[in-house]
């Protein structure tokens, strides 16, 4: 029986991903390193720990990606941050969740002050029991980290009572190396083919989608 969701934000609940990626395209080639969109793209979804690695050396990542992760983020507040919207009906589906007797966390790869600002435009508190961000684990997704401090955030509840709602194959895996199913979004970029071929049970548009689609979904027929 499932007791309790936890949630990813960025591209999950709130359309962000494509402005992730600009920002890091401005990060890198203000650091002398030109990337395709499209190679930035497939990344998204690591938390920068997880993200830098695959587009910088190792004496580059020792030489300024400390400094570079830091330039990304501060330009992303400024300037892209202000431009996130939330996706329909999210409000609304944590409600339903809730009415259902449903715990709910939120767990996520971008730093605590981001998703302090997501949780705002999204309108949600007093909605869920608890959440994790990067700056609460050592490794971010697709390592398990930040859904293993989710469930240990939510006591009584095991990883068989819990799924996982992600956008991005990083989620799926993530969620998977910590015991838990999960529900794909397609809103954040990643097509259904893909979410599916890395373990996701079901796959939907967006929060409004399975809300309309609740009650035949697995929240539904746990």
């Known amino acids: 029986m499932v007791k309790a969701l936890i949630f990813d934000l960025d591209g999950t609940l709130v359309d962000s991903n494509e402005l992730h990626v600009q920002s890091w395209e401005r990060a890198f080639r203000h650091f002398g390193n030109r990337f395709s969109l499209e190679a930035l793209r497939r990344q998204i979804g690591k938390g920068s720990d997880q ?27 400024a300037e892209y941050l202000p431009r996130v919207k939330p996706f329909p009906k999210v409000r609304e ?9 449903k715990k709910i966390a939120l767990a996520t790869s971008s730093k605590s002050s981001e998703s302090k600002t997501y949780r705002k435009l999204l309108g949600i508190d007093g909605l869920y029991d608890a959440e994790t961000s990067a700056d609460d684990v050592k490794k971010s997704k697709p390592c398990p980290d930040v859904f293993i401090a989710a469930l240990k955030r939510l006591p009584g509840i095991s990883n068989l009572e819990a799924l996982a709602i992600g956008d991005t194959r990083f989620d799926v ?8 199913s999960t529900i794909g979004f397609v809103c954040g970029g990643t097509d259904d083919q893909t979410l599916r071929a890395a373990g996701a049970i079901e796959v939907y548009r967006d929060p409004a989608d399975l809300l309309a689609r609740y009650d035949q979904s697995s929240l539904a027929k746990s």
């Open 93 to 101: 589906l944590f409600e339903r969740i809730r009415s259902d007797g």
């Open 51 to 77: 993200y830098l690695p695959e587009f910088l050396s190792e004496e580059e990542m020792k030489k300024f990606g400390r400094e570079l992760d830091e330039y990304r983020s501060e330009l992303f507040t």
């Open 173 to 180: 895996e993530a969620a998977r190396s910590a015991g838990l």
